[in-house]
């Protein structure tokens, strides 16, 4: 069966640092990856999306980025975080029918 | 720009009635239709997915689909204190299967 795993589940960073989320798909092969972002109280936003390696598309202007190294790995980066980052980070992958299934997400608080 | 409304609630029903959830989306070539339930500080989790006209049932959730009127809903039958949650509307569209979500409804089933 599939697996979908997010690291780390919690992350506190100041303003300014780095940002480094990791997403690992296991038991499929070739999946559709997707990153959102939930702001407290709100819906999903969709980020960025990619259909195989090196093969990203951005949907919305900010200062994330993303890069997929291998087939199951989804990387979401930032070289300096602003405040409005925080949020709760989920990655996703595609099913055979076009439903997604949500990896359990990492909380990002930037102070 | 893809648009994808519900009802922001809360909703309030009693433990044993039938709650009602409602979705309209702006998008006429989307062709995939889901409902998540988000637990508070959790992932979403796929419930129900629907792609043609009419009812598609499964235990105590039905959800209905009319794609004249742009309209998604969801029923709960029987609801019960443990479907107390966020529930989310998806639609989707694009060359890479991408979701669109709504905002999402709150509902509360009182004991």
């Known amino acids: 069966s599939q697996t979908i795993h997010q690291w780390p589940a919690t992350l506190v960073q100041p303003v300014g640092s780095p940002l480094s989320l990791e997403c690992t798909v296991e038991?499929?092969?070739?999946?559709?990856l997707y990153w959102y972002r939930q702001a407290a109280g709100r819906g999903l936003q969709l980020l960025f999306y990619?259909?195989?390696?090196?093969?990203i598309s951005s949907e919305v202007p900010q200062n994330l980025s993303a890069s997929r190294p291998q087939d199951r790995q989804f990387i979401l980066s930032s070289k300096k975080l602003l405040l409005s980052d925080s949020g709760f980070y989920l990655c996703a992958w595609t099913g055979p029918v076009d439903e997604q299934f949500f990896g359990p997400g990492t909380r990002l608080t930037v102070l | 720009q893809k648009e994808v409304e519900q009802n922001s609630g809360p909703l309030s029903v009693p433990e044993g009635a039938i709650a009602s959830l409602n979705c309209t989306y702006s998008?006429?070539?989307?062709?995939?239709f889901f409902w998540y339930r988000q637990y508070s500080g959790k992932s979403p989790e796929l419930i129900m997915s629907?792609?043609?006209?009419g009812d598609k049932e499964d235990g105590r959730f039905t959800a209905q689909l009319n794609k004249a009127s742009q309209y998604v809903s969801l029923l709960i039958r029987d609801s019960q204190p443990s479907d107390s949650a966020t529930y989310l509307c998806?639609?989707?569209?694009?060359?890479?299967?991408?979701?669109?979500f709504g905002s999402g409804t709150q509902l509360t089933v009182l004991p």
């Open positions: 629907i792609y043609s006209n």
């Open positions: 998806a639609v989707g569209s694009g060359s890479a299967r991408q979701l669109t």
């Open positions: 990619s259909v195989g390696i090196g093969q």
């Open positions: 998008d006429r070539g989307s062709q995939s």
């Open positions: 038991g499929t092969s070739n999946p559709n």
